[in-house]
C-alpha cells in the first residue's frame, strides 16, 4: 500500500524556515512518471500547490512562493523535503505531500497524498 | 481568488443527482489540460476522485462522473448518499503559472 508521512515541527516563529519531510513508503520515490509535490491549506480555505519535484531533482514552485521556496529529494533515504522561509502568519496551514503523476509533458493529477501537517506560524 | 472557479455550496437529497461546475480560461482547461476531481471529508485529506477529465480510480463508484468542455468541466453524482457530504474540489494546470491549480471547493451538503 503506497503511503505518504509528513514530518517535521508543529510551530515556527515569524521571520524562521519551516522545514518539513514526507516519507515516501511501499514503493520507490525514484520513479521516473513522478513529481513529489507539496501542497498546503489555511484553516477553512482551499488548496494551494507549492510546487514538486522529480527524482531527478528537477523542480516547479508556485510564482507567489518562488522566493522563499526550496524542495529537495534523496532517493536513498525515500523522502522529500519542502523549506518555506521568512514566514509570517499567512503561512499557517496544514501541509500535505503528494504524488504527481506526470505523463505526455503534463504534470497531472495527485494521488496518494499524506495525512497533513499543521503548521503553526507565531511567536 | 482561486484560478478555477467553483460554486461554493450545493446540495440536494438522497437519490437526486447533483453537478458542480469548474469553470477555467484558455491558460489551463481551455488550452486543453485534464481536469482532475478530489473529495475532502471534514478533518481528513483529499482524496482522488476522478482523473483524467472522466476516469475514475478503483473503489470509486460509477455514481461519480466527470466531463469537460470548453473552458469548464462538471462533476456529477447521481444516487446521492448522506456519506457523500464533503468538500469537492477540481484541479487542473495552467502553463501561464507553470504551476497545478485548483478551485476554491464547494461543499455539498445532502438534505
Known amino acids: 500500500q503506497l503511503q505518504l508521512q509528513e514530518s517535521g515541527p508543529g510551530l515556527v516563529k515569524p521571520s524562521e524556515t519551516l522545514s518539513l519531510t514526507c516519507t515516501f513508503s511501499?514503493?520507490?520515490?525514484?520513479?521516473?512518471?513522478?513529481?513529489w509535490v507539496w501542497i498546503r491549506q489555511p484553516p477553512g480555505k482551499g488548496l494551494e500547490c507549492i510546487g514538486g519535484i522529480s527524482s531527478t531533482g528537477t523542480t516547479y514552485y508556485n510564482p507567489s512562493l518562488k522566493s522563499r521556496v526550496t524542495i529537495s529529494v534523496d532517493t536513498s533515504k525515500n523522502h522529500f523535503s519542502l523549506r518555506l522561509s521568512s514566514v509570517t502568519a499567512a503561512d499557517t496551514a496544514v501541509y500535505y505531500c503528494a504524488r504527481q503523476s506526470f505523463g505526455f509533458g503534463e504534470l497531472a493529477w495527485f494521488d496518494p497524498w499524506g495525512q497533513g501537517t499543521l503548521v503553526n506560524v507565531s511567536s | 481568488q482561486s484560478v478555477l472557479t467553483q460554486p461554493p455550496s450545493v446540495s440536494g437529497a438522497p437519490g437526486q443527482r447533483v453537478t458542480i461546475s469548474c469553470t477555467g480560461s484558455s491558460s489551463n482547461i481551455g488550452a486543453g489540460y485534464d481536469v482532475h476531481w478530489y473529495r475532502q471529508p471534514p478533518g481528513t485529506a483529499p482524496k482522488l476522485l476522478i482523473y483524467g477529465n472522466n476516469n475514475r480510480p478503483s473503489g470509486v463508484p460509477d455514481r461519480f462522473s466527470g466531463s469537460k468542455s470548453g473552458t469548464s468541466a462538471s462533476l456529477a453524482i447521481t444516487g446521492l448518499q448522506a456519506e457523500d457530504e464533503a468538500e469537492y474540489y477540481c484541479?487542473?494546470?495552467?502553463?501561464?503559472?507553470?504551476?497545478?491549480?485548483f478551485g476554491g471547493g464547494t461543499q455539498l451538503t445532502v438534505l
Open positions: 484541479q487542473s494546470y495552467d502553463s501561464s503559472l507553470s504551476n497545478s491549480v
Open positions: 511501499g514503493g520507490s520515490i525514484s520513479g521516473t512518471s513522478y513529481y
